[in-house]
């Protein structure tokens, strides 16, 4: 989505001899289209892993389960709550402005309908003004932090006394990670297994030896079995017949894991044995 300036969509009121057809032209080019596309980015943003990322200086080349190992464990402890309350700040100003935008689009709904026989007058033409350069700001703002997927923190980390004069300084950033969602479209059950297909949203492609959770549970006997493995769909074997199957999928990989409560399940039932 192409982010616009308030000064870029906005006219002056002189400039608007029809603020009805702008309002118009603008809601249904930029703002409608913006609207549905907030919508998905900001719920692929709640149902996210947050992660506290460790980094080292270019010249170093050092494993990032090594780089954790250097850091003193209450100090770390400190500076990962307060990367979580960073995580629960940003989803509550994403979730507000978006909350500001909605209401702003539909003040300008509301305009287009109450004003498409009418005259506006100067005053109404200059607090419509006022809503349409408010929404486009709120607009910029979400889609200026919505898209980052890396953000760089100023938490400092305290080495353990052993690595202080021996480890350059180490920065910390918040890693976005999104979602793993079933591919409902690719699933295949017979009468004892279960195909599943997944993905990242976000992720452009597959990222080779990348781990995954798989978790099986038998709703009939509470039954539980987990697996690992290292692509992208996995067939799930020695199932029951006519039986229901609770499955959930999930990264493996929760190093510097902060917040993320959203997890994509699925319930399924295997065929009747013939």
Same mark, same amino acid.
């Given at each position: 989505?192409?982010?616009?300036?308030?000064?870029?969509?906005?006219?002056?009121?002189?400039?608007?001899? *029809?603020?009805?057809?702008?309002?118009?032209?603008?809601?249904?080019?930029?703002?409608?289209?913006?609207?549905?596309?907030?919508?998905?980015?900001?719920?692929?943003?709640?149902?996210?892993?947050?992660?506290?990322?460790?980094?080292?200086?270019?010249?170093?080349?050092?494993? *990032?389960?090594?780089?954790?190992?250097?850091?003193?464990?209450?100090?770390?402890?400190?500076?990962?709550?307060?990367?979580?309350?960073?995580?629960?700040?940003?989803?509550?100003?994403?979730?507000?402005?978006?909350? *500001?935008?909605?209401?702003?689009?539909?003040?300008?709904?509301?305009?287009?309908?109450?004003?498409?026989?009418?005259?506006?007058?100067?005053?109404?033409?200059?607090?419509?003004?006022?809503?349409?350069?408010?929404?486009?700001?709120?607009?910029? &703002?979400?889609?200026?932090?919505?898209?980052?997927?890396?953000?760089?923190?100023?938490?400092?980390?305290?080495?353990?006394?052993?690595?202080?004069?021996?480890?350059?300084?180490?920065?910390?950033?918040?890693?976005?990670?999104?979602?793993?969602?079933?591919?409902?479209?690719?699933?295949?059950?017979?009468?004892?297994?279960?195909?599943?297909?997944?993905?990242?949203?976000?992720?452009?492609?597959?990222?080779?030896?990348?781990?995954?959770?798989?978790?099986?549970?038998?709703?009939?006997?509470?039954?539980?079995?987990?697996?690992?493995?290292?692509?992208?769909?996995?067939?799930?074997?020695?199932?029951?017949? &006519?039986?229901?199957?609770?499955?959930?999928?999930?990264?493996? *990989? &929760?190093?510097?894991?902060?917040?993320?409560?959203?997890?994509?399940?699925?319930?399924?039932?295997?065929?009747?044995?013939?």
């Amino acid at each position: 989505m192409q982010v616009y300036s308030a000064q870029e969509v906005i006219p002056t009121i002189h400039e608007l001899p *029809d603020i009805r057809n702008e309002v118009l032209q603008l809601y249904n080019t930029r703002l409608k289209n913006s609207i549905k596309e907030g919508e998905e980015k900001l719920q692929l943003m709640q149902r996210s892993s947050f992660h506290l990322g460790i980094h080292q200086e270019p010249t170093l080349q050092f494993a *990032d389960s090594i780089m954790w190992g250097w850091v003193h464990h209450q100090n770390l402890i400190r500076v990962m709550k307060d990367a979580t309350d960073i995580v629960k700040l940003l989803l509550n100003f994403l979730e507000t402005t978006f909350e *500001d935008i909605i209401e702003g689009h539909q003040e300008l709904e509301a305009f287009i309908i109450t004003y498409k026989d009418c005259v506006v007058d100067s005053d109404m033409a200059a607090s419509m003004q006022q809503t349409l350069q408010r929404t486009f700001e709120y607009l910029n &703002d979400f889609e200026t932090r919505i898209t980052c997927k890396h953000v760089p923190l100023k938490l400092r980390l305290h080495l353990q006394p052993e690595y202080v004069y021996q480890i350059p300084k180490l920065f910390t950033s918040l890693i976005i990670k999104g979602p793993v969602i079933i591919d409902r479209s690719a699933l295949c059950v017979t009468s004892n297994t279960v195909h599943l297909h997944w993905e990242v949203a976000g992720q452009q492609s597959e990222v080779p030896n990348e781990e995954f959770n798989i978790c099986v549970k038998n709703l009939d006997t509470d039954e539980l079995r987990q697996s690992t493995c290292q692509s992208y769909n996995i067939q799930i074997e020695d199932l029951l017949p &006519d039986t229901q199957y609770w499955f959930y999928v999930k990264r493996a *990989d &929760d190093t510097g894991f902060l917040y993320g409560q959203w997890t994509d399940n699925i319930v399924l039932q295997t065929d009747i044995s013939k």
